[in-house]
C-alpha cells in the first residue's frame, strides 16, 4: 500500500530509511576495486574504498517505492548528483519531502526534494524524485 | 582529498581513456539485456528491497525495480572507453514495466564533456525498448574521468579498471 495519495500536502516527509555499510557490501567475487581495496582506491587518490553509488542510492529508491508503489515503478523520475563520496563503512539515513503537486493526466505528480546525509551530517546524495498517485485513488 | 600526485595512465585492462580521446556525440551502440529471475533477485539483494512488487504472487508477471537499468548503459560505456572514475549524475524516467523474460534493446551515446574545479566530466545517454519498440527507460549520467584534478600528470598504474564484467 502506497504511503502517498491525491491529497498528500507539500511538506509532508518521508519515513527514513538508513543503514550502516561494511565493505562487505560491496565485495563481488573477489575482485579488487575502489569499492573493496584499500590499495586500488589509494592508486586513485581516495583515502579509502568508497561505496558504489547506486547502492547507497537504493536507500531512496526503497523510500520512494514504499511511498509510491506502482506509481514509481511506472512513472518514477529522479535527478541525483552524488555530492561527496561515501566511504564503505559510512552511515547513511535517506530523507525527502513533498515540494510541489501537479496534474498530468489522470494522475497527480507528486515531486519531491530527496537526499542522503552521512554520519556527519552531510548531504551526499541530493537531488529531485516524483511518481505517480492516480487522482481517482 | 586526492593525493595530487598522478592520474591513472592504465589498468590491468589496457590504457585509460583521456578525455580528449572521448567524442562527444559518438554512439555507444546497442546491447541486448536479457531480464530474469536471477537478475532481479540479486539485485533486490543489493538493494535489500523484498518488496512483494518485485517477489509477486505465483502466476502474476514479476517486475524489476527502475535501479536495475543502472548497469547497461555503464557496459556501453566500459565497451567504448577505459574509463573508471567516478559517477556523478544520475538522470533517469522510468516509463514502463521491465518483466521477466523480457528482452530490452538498450542504446546510447555520448552527450556532453565539460571540465569544472579542475576535474574533466563526461555526460551520456541510453534508452531502453522492449521487443515491439516501447520506451521503458531513458537516463543520463554523469561520470568524473579522476577523482584526482586534471593538474596531476596521467601516468599511475591502476588495479581496478573502468572496464567492467558485464554482470551485476
Redesign the interface.
Known amino acids: 500500500m502506497a504511503i502517498m495519495h491525491k491529497d498528500i500536502a507539500v511538506g509532508y516527509e518521508f519515513p527514513t530509511i538508513a543503514k550502516k555499510y561494511r565493505l562487505e557490501d560491496f565485495k563481488r567475487a573477489d575482485e579488487k576495486t575502489i569499492h573493496t581495496d584499500y590499495e586500488a582506491a589509494a592508486r586513485e587518490g581516495l583515502p579509502a574504498p568508497v561505496a558504489i553509488g547506486p547502492q547507497i542510492a537504493a536507500l531512496l529508491f526503497r523510500q520512494l517505492r514504499l511511498c509510491f508503489g506502482h506509481g514509481w515503478i511506472v512513472g518514477g523520475k529522479w535527478n541525483l548528483t552524488f555530492r561527496r563520496p561515501v566511504f564503505v563503512t559510512d552511515f547513511c539515513v535517506a530523507r525527502g519531502v513533498v515540494t510541489k503537486t501537479e496534474t498530468e493526466g489522470s494522475n497527480l505528480r507528486i515531486h519531491c526534494d530527496v537526499w542522503i546525509e552521512n554520519q556527519d551530517g552531510k548531504h551526499v546524495i541530493a537531488g529531485t524524485a516524483s511518481g505517480l498517485v492516480p487522482l481517482a485513488s | ?5 598522478a ?2 595512465m592504465e589498468d590491468a585492462k589496457g590504457r585509460r581513456a583521456t578525455y580528449e580521446e572521448i567524442t562527444v556525440g559518438q554512439s555507444l551502440g546497442e546491447m541486448d539485456w536479457a531480464i530474469t529471475d536471477d537478475l532481479i533477485d540479486l539485485q533486490c539483494q ?4 523484498f ?1 512483494p ?1 518485485f517477489f509477486p504472487s505465483a502466476g502474476q508477471p514479476r ?1 524489476a ?3 536495475i537499468t ?1 548497469r547497461p548503459p555503464r557496459w556501453l560505456i566500459s565497451r567504448a572507453y577505459n574509463v ?1 572514475g ?12 521491465i518483466r521477466v523474460g523480457m528482452t530490452l534493446k538498450v542504446s546510447g551515446a555520448i552527450v556532453d564533456k565539460y571540465i569544472r574545479k579542475e576535474r574533466e566530466y563526461i555526460v551520456y545517454e541510453a534508452v531502453g525498448r522492449d521487443e515491439q519498440g516501447n520506451v521503458l527507460f531513458r537516463t543520463r549520467r554523469t561520470h568524473v574521468l ?3 584534478e586534471r593538474t ?1 600528470p596521467r601516468s ?5 579498471s573502468g572496464i567492467k ?1 558485464e554482470k551485476i
Open positions: 582529498m586526492s593525493n595530487g600526485k592520474r591513472v543489493l538493494d535489500q528491497d518488496d512488487l517486475i525495480p527502475p535501479q543502472y573508471r567516478l559517477f556523478v549524475g544520475w538522470e533517469m524516467e522510468s516509463l514502463g514495466e579522476d577523482f584526482v596531476a599511475g598504474a591502476g588495479i581496478d564484467p
